[in-house]
């Protein structure tokens, strides 16, 4: 059903130099501490990385379950904040889309899709045969997906212990991590020039709309970048 | 304590959905878009550029216990950072590690 080769191979991604570990670790370790502070308990911290699996997502479900959001209005900000997910799986599922392999793969490994995962099985795809890419990402997300989950654990139970300096240390390492790997995805002119005109815009939007300034902004500086990649 | 316990389940429940909303149209979406089409390559700049836009955000305008780090202090860890993970022929252990370290120091001693 699922090639242990390949999945193994993906899963061994969480090791080694490049490793999403300690970012994925750092991250979710503050937020099962978060989660912890607002009042979840354990098996609800637990439950929330295991369906939810996106950091800015549980970051604002937490900021407005403090505030007493309504239902929908919880629903509206994370869809909104979590939209990015919809061009990332565009961009990455064609790569990996297969006739030979069977459809609940690719609706069940969606929920994988976050961005350390997304940005390994950018740069590796090419090494892997279309037919077992699936299996391969489907070992990556696994791990990073159990790393997120053991962490959140480790995050809840070690929340007395953290003070406000241990968190706002943790927290500086997702973007940190994050902006290494784009740095290192500037392969071409076009991805280059989306990343760094995305940075940009991006804040810049946040004085128009700061809810929607990552996808104006991204929307916008990704069509320039397209469309000046394909002048050139 | 019940109707407490019974609510954050639904705030999870919603949270997932919102979530998995996304990556869901995004493969049916996927299913006709071949790899080699314009149309992909436009979703791919703008897949970039939005996690571009993204990490730029959490650093400038950021979301939870980061708000409490000067911006200037953010700016300088992020970008000492950089250079270490370029300097060391692309590590990434040593710029995430160092990054923790770097903020949580200078936050509290500046």
């Known amino acids: ?232 | 304590m019940s109707e407490m316990s019974s609510n954050i389940i639904l705030v999870i429940l919603v949270t997932s959905f919102a979530t998995y909303l996304s990556r869901f149209l995004g493969v049916v979406s996927s299913e006709k878009i071949d790899e080699t089409s314009k149309l992909f390559k436009w979703f791919n700049c703008i897949a970039y550029s939005i996690l571009a836009a993204l990490i730029a955000r959490i650093v400038i305008f950021p979301y939870g216990v980061l708000q409490d780090a000067d911006l200037w202090l953010r700016l300088f860890v992020v970008i000492i950072c950089v250079i270490v993970y370029l300097l060391s022929k692309k590590n990434l252990v040593y710029p995430t590690v160092l990054s923790a370290i770097l903020l949580a120091l200078l936050n509290n001693y500046l």
């Open chain 1, 1 to 232: 059903m699922i090639n242990s080769k390949y999945f193994f191979k993906g899963f061994k991604s969480i090791k080694g130099i490049d490793s999403p570990a300690l970012a994925l670790g750092a991250s979710f370790i503050a937020i099962g501490a978060l989660l912890k502070n607002i009042g979840f308990n354990l098996e609800q911290s637990i439950f929330s990385t295991f369906l939810t699996y996106a950091l800015p997502g549980s970051l604002v479900m937490a900021e407005s379950f403090i505030v007493g959001a309504s239902l929908i209005n919880i629903f509206l900000a994370v869809w909104l904040v979590n939209a990015r997910l919809y061009p990332m799986t565009v961009s990455l599922m064609p790569l990996l889309l297969h006739k030979s392999q069977p459809r609940w793969k690719y609706y069940l490994s969606c929920h994988f899709i976050a961005v350390s995962a997304w940005l390994i099985m950018k740069s590796n795809y090419q090494s892997i045969e279309k037919k077992h890419r699936i299996d391969f990402w489907i070992g990556i997300g696994t791990g990073t997906w159990s790393i997120a989950i053991i962490s959140t654990v480790i995050g809840f139970l070690a929340a007395d212990y953290l003070n406000k300096d241990m968190m706002i240390g943790l927290a500086i390492v997702n973007p940190v991590y994050f902006g290494c790997m784009m740095v290192g995805a500037m392969k071409n002119l076009q991805i280059s020039l989306s990343i760094i005109l995305g940075a940009i815009l991006g804040p810049a939007f946040f004085f128009i709309s700061p809810e929607w300034s990552i996808l104006y902004g991204g929307v916008l500086a990704g069509t320039i970048a397209y469309f000046v990649g394909e002048l050139k």
